[in-house]
């Protein structure tokens, strides 16, 4: 019978396990409220983190509670330019085009 070489040796590979460990969160969008769903709400980035688990950096969000006396803390996925107190409008934006 003949031997393996090192060729064939290097393309077994085993299954790719995801190195799930130093993750900062789950990034995910609102659920909208009744709040967003006619309106919107204002939030403020306070930090920009960079995820082991994605190539792209995180953006913790917080929120005042609608209902609440308390704050919300969100993981959203950074869009290009964001940075650190920033405003970030969340809900349905209605916009009337006035004609002169």
């Known amino acids: ?7 064939q040796h290097k393309g077994v590979g085993s299954v ?11 990034a995910r969008f609102r659920s ?7 309106g919107y709400l204002k939030s403020v980035v306070t930090d920009v983190i960079y995820d082991l ?3 792209t ?6 929120f005042r509670h609608p209902f609440r006396y308390r ?3 969100e993981l959203f996925v950074a ?7 920033q405003f970030v409008y969340c ?5 009337e085009v006035q004609e002169a």
């Open 1 to 7: 019978m003949g031997r393996v070489i090192r060729a």
């Open 91 to 95: 809900g349905s934006f209605k916009i």
């Open 53 to 55: 688990g994605r190539d």
């Open 57 to 62: 950096p995180l953006a913790r969000v917080v």
């Open 71 to 73: 704050k919300q803390k």
């Open 32 to 38: 909208l409220n009744f709040g967003e769903r006619n």
């Open 79 to 85: 869009a290009e330019g964001m940075y650190t107190r």
């Open 16 to 26: 790719f396990k995801a190195h799930t460990y130093h993750r900062k969160g789950l």
